[in-house]
């Protein structure tokens, strides 16, 4: 099926470092969402974006929605050894079914204490 | 418990067996969606339920796959004749949301199935 597409696919950094990763659709979505997954557990929303440019911040988490509403970003500042998941990134599309969330294929964090 | 809730956790099943895998959404939400997440993959949608009514069932891969919700909380998601093709975590989601979809889900830990 669709998939978004997220970079990067891994990354493994220094507690304290920040981190950035992102997520490009060639289509115009509505809504971005970014997911955090631990190992054997589900997916746990981390933030919800619904107007394009709109930036939202949860704690030491960031996130936006493109301008062009292809793309949206995710940042962790000051990383902790419980940041270690794969992030997801996901979206509803302008065009279709919009009940099915289109989903990256996930960016896993590593973070060494 | 306060979350989603499925049962089994991890299910090891014959190649052609049956089997069936349940979901007990958080209590109130209106709606819920089943996935299927293959190892390395993001979740891929399967169907969608609003209340009882099985609204989309677009992602079901093939007609061995059939999920219910008879009043509106409870669900399963049964397999028939597994296939090797089968085995992936089968997450279920629900949303309190009644009208379309914003995204914001509340996943339980999924379902782990094996197909040997």
């Known amino acids: 099926g669709q998939q978004l597409n997220q970079s990067p696919q891994s990354m493994f950094i220094q507690e304290g470092e920040d981190v950035s990763m992102n997520c490009t659709s060639s289509?115009?979505?509505?809504?971005w969402l970014w997911y955090k997954q631990d190992p054997g557990e589900g997916p746990v929303l981390l933030i919800a974006?619904?107007?394009a440019g709109e930036l939202t911040s949860n704690g030491r988490l960031t996130a936006q929605f493109g301008i062009t509403r292809k793309d949206s970003f995710l940042n962790i500042s000051a990383s902790i050894p419980s940041d270690v998941g794969i992030y997801f990134c996901?979206?509803?599309?302008?065009?279709?079914?919009?009940?099915?969330?289109?989903w990256g294929l996930g960016t896993s964090l590593g973070v060494n204490p | 418990g306060a979350g989603v809730s499925q049962s089994p956790r991890y299910k090891v099943a014959k190649r052609g067996q049956d089997v069936a895998l349940r979901c007990d959404p958080i209590?109130?939400?209106?709606?819920l969606f089943w996935y299927q997440q293959a190892l390395g993959q993001g979740p891929e949608f399967l169907t969608y339920f609003q209340n009882e009514a099985q609204l989309d069932k677009s992602g079901l891969p093939s007609d061995r796959f059939f999920a219910e919700r008879p009043e509106g909380s409870v669900s399963t998601l049964k397999i028939q004749r597994t296939q090797q093709e089968d085995s992936a975590v089968y997450l279920c989601?629900?949303?309190?949301?009644?009208?379309?979809?914003?995204?914001?889900?509340?996943f339980g830990e999924g379902s782990r199935l094996t197909v040997l």
């Open positions: 209590s109130g939400h209106v709606s």
């Open positions: 996901a979206g509803l599309p302008n065009a279709g079914n919009n009940r099915k969330l289109i």
């Open positions: 989601a629900s949303s309190l949301v009644r009208t379309g979809n914003t995204g914001e889900l509340f």
């Open positions: 289509s115009i979505f509505n809504t």
């Open positions: 974006l619904y107007k």
